[in-house]
């Protein structure tokens, strides 16, 4: 059996995601490189907007703290920690101003129990198992010819793309969150909102991008397995 890295028909099948996800990257990087280079008017810092916003909306007991690496923002559900890269806590461009209150967004959604939040952290722990687990379980299972064991590798899979569309809609969301309440909070104008607009949706495409590999490798794992049409050897 030919597959994975050593398939051809595994690259064609991830070509639409790969393409996207280098393009998703470009932007990413071209939107977020422009928008640093704009100070935001309210001369806040990424973490002071962070913080306003938190404040604004109810929402205590949540640290904010620096974390090293690039674009390494993240919000801990559990630990209700926000978590903002170098550039981010102490930068106040619109592009620091843009990706904190994103995050903030992440913090707004567990305060009130956003439910695809709730959702995507349950589906976390299986994500991570399915995605790591899956394709030794499915090679053990064409190794022996063993169409139940390549199902059961395929249903372990399918943990990580279920997690991926969940985890979309949240993304979007907290984007959503996050522009309004700059603006609201007058922390942005409208003008500006635009060029905090453009990184938001640019980082949003990588979201787009890893879900749509996601799905598309779950279809070559159909093909591979007979499922889909193709012939299983």
């Known amino acids: 059996m030919m597959w994975g890295w050593f ?42 907007a962070a913080d306003a916003l938190l404040h604004s909306a109810g929402v205590h007991g949540v640290a904010i703290e620096p974390v090293e690496g690039f674009l390494s923002d993240h919000y801990v559900p559990g630990e209700h ?5 170098p ?21 707004l959604q567990d305060a009130s129990r956003y439910p695809l939040l709730v959702a995507r952290n349950f589906l976390v722990p299986l994500a991570g198992f399915g995605s790591s687990a899956s394709w030794i379980i499915m090679m053990i299972g064409f190794a022996f010819a063993s169409m139940n064991v390549i199902l059961v590798g395929i ?19 907290a984007s959503r969150r996050a522009r309004i309440a700059l603006v609201q909070g007058g922390l942005i104008s409208r003008e500006e909102d ?34 889909l049409g193709g012939r299983r050897n």
């Open 194 to 227: 635009a060029e905090v607009k453009k990184v938001l949706n640019a980082a949003a495409l990588t979201y787009v991008a890893g879900t749509l590999t996601s799905v598309l490798t779950l279809l070559y794992f159909l093909f591979r397995s007979g499922l």
């Open 7 to 48: 398939d051809p028909m595994y690259f064609v099948f991830l070509a639409p995601g790969i393409l996207l996800a280098v393009w998703a990257q470009w932007r990413v990087k071209s939107a977020y490189a422009e928008a640093s280079r704009i100070p935001a008017a309210s001369g806040y810092t990424g973490a002071e």
């Open 155 to 173: 249903v372990a899979f399918s943990l990580t793309v279920v997690f991926q569309l969940v985890n979309l809609p949240v993304e979007f969301d």
């Open 87 to 107: 550039d981010v806590y102490a930068g106040r461009s619109l592009a620091a101003l843009g990706i904190a209150a994103h995050e903030s967004g992440h913090a």
């Open 81 to 85: 920690v926000l978590r903002l890269s």
